[in-house]
């Protein structure tokens, strides 16, 4: 029996890839090229399922041109790129990757507000540049973090994934 035809639009780590190609005839774009509306189009000819990203829109005409799609996964929490209502009408489960970079996300954020309060992206310049001579006690010092009451409460789902209270690893 063959297996049932996907598309992988965007590349992914091949080892997804090839748990992937174990169970399903796979298309893919490990080249990471973006695709016009219409060469996603061709590719979705003859694919039972799709493994999208925000890039690659959804809409009634690419539905309308392969009747025989029956899943499109996005590798992304939202799914804007699809045309939900053209879905439903033709069929066509979609699904999305929600929380899937909630911690990347709180992790980022966490990074930013340290580099800033420390001042690492200037102090970092300043040494490139062939700058710095000598220690300073105050040079870059910055603004103290780890003693103050994180915000985290404001930043929802990313907020609650920032870790609580005093991290140990920075301590």
């Not at 996907?6 to 005839?25: D, K, N, T």
């Not at 890039?55 to 009634?60: G, L």
């Not at 996964?73 to 979609?94: C, E, I, R, S």
Request: charged letters at 20%; aromatic letters at 8%.
């Amino acid at each position: 029996m063959p297996k049932t035809s996907i598309l992988v639009a965007r590349a992914i780590f091949p080892e997804v890839l090839q748990s992937l190609e174990q169970v399903f005839e796979v298309e893919n774009n490990q080249a990471d090229e973006v695709w016009s509306p219409a060469e996603l189009t061709r590719r979705m000819q003859g694919k039972v399922g799709a493994l999208t990203t925000g890039s690659e829109r959804i809409d009634a005409a690419l539905l309308q041109a392969n009747p025989q799609l029956r899943i499109v996964a996005n590798m992304a929490v939202g799914y804007n790129n699809f045309d939900v209502p053209a879905m439903t009408a033709a069929g066509v489960l979609a699904s999305n990757t929600p929380d899937v970079l909630t911690e990347t996300t709180a992790d980022f954020g966490f990074a930013l507000l340290m580099a800033t309060a420390r001042r690492v992206t200037e102090s970092e310049h300043y040494l490139r540049a062939g700058l710095w001579k000598k220690w300073s006690y105050d040079m870059f010092a910055g603004a103290r973090c780890m003693a103050r009451p994180s915000a985290s409460s404001a930043w929802a789902a990313s907020g609650r994934a920032l870790p609580a209270g005093q991290p140990t690893a920075l301590a």
